[in-house]
T-cell receptor, first 115, second 112 residues
Framework: KAGVTQTPRYLIKTRGQQVTLSCSPI?????VSWYQQTPGQGLQFLFE???????NKGNFPGRFSGRQFSNSRSEMNVSTLELGDSALYLC??????????????FGPGTRLLVL | LAKTTQPISMDSYEGQEVNITCSHN???????ITWYQQFPSQGPRFIIQ???TKVTNEVASLFIPADRKSSTLSLPRVSLSDTAVYYC?????????????FGGGTRLMVKP
């Protein structure tokens, strides 16, 4: 079974621009979560989607948004990019968030550099 | 969400067994313990998960005492490629949602 895929793998943007990242979960997995990882803050939770609905949201500004499609694929968008948004953005998929154990499997990440 | 505490770093040599202990004093009844491995600029890789006693897979073993307030990840005969950051997490409960809270992890350095 193919793992979690994320596109693009690398991205360079300038301040003020917006960016859209894509994530395809493991086949059959219905939940997708997004995380931001930076050297200073470590791995931080952005949001989680299940059945096209946002279930949880981390402590990030409204410039960060996401959505999930009927095939469970997910996108996250960051508008009005700031230098501090430079990070590794990780997507994690889960089979079904309603049952235990909740095991999340991560993709390779998208490295975003904001200049 | 249960907080975890693990050593910041550890050194080992090739061929040795490495044990990384994590404490999670306020673990909830229906929480699971999960360990991930992460290499630089890559996503965390799931290693092992358990609820109690001992779990073993082809990569590692996980030991969990009866009180579940700690757990130990055991890596048998490590190689240079096991140099990575290892994260111990308490899997979120149904009520808390599915947000994973990562601590600082343990940076394992395997030397030749």
């Amino acid at each position: 079974k193919a793992g979690v895929t994320q596109t693009p793998r690398y991205l360079i943007k300038t301040r003020g621009q917006q960016v859209t990242l894509s994530c395809s979960p493991i086949s059959g997995h219905r939940s997708v979560s997004w995380y931001q990882q930076t050297p200073g803050q470590g791995l931080q939770f952005l949001f989680e989607y299940f059945s096209e609905t946002q279930r949880n949201k981390g402590n990030f500004p409204g410039r960060f948004s996401g959505r999930q499609f009927s095939n469970s694929r997910s996108e996250m968008n960051v508008s009005t990019l700031e230098l501090g948004d430079s990070a590794l953005y990780l997507c994690a998929s889960m089979l079904d968030p309603r049952t235990d154990p909740k095991t999340q499997y991560f993709g390779p990440g998208t490295r975003l550099l904001v200049l | 969400l249960a907080k975890t505490t693990q050593p910041i770093s550890m050194d080992s040599y090739e061929g040795q067994e490495v044990n990384i202990t994590c404490s999670h004093n306020n673990i909830a009844t229906n929480d699971y313990i999960t360990w991930y491995q992460q290499f630089p600029s890559q996503g965390p890789r799931f290693i092992i998960q358990g609820y109690k006693t001992k779990v073993t897979n082809e990569v590692a073993s996980l030991f969990i005492p009866a009180d579940r307030k700690s757990s130990t990840l055991s890596l048998p005969r490590v190689s240079l490629s096991d140099t990575a950051v290892y994260y111990c997490l308490v899997a979120p409960t149904r009520d808390a949602g599915n947000m994973l809270t990562f601590g600082g992890g343990t940076r394992l350095m395997v030397k030749p």
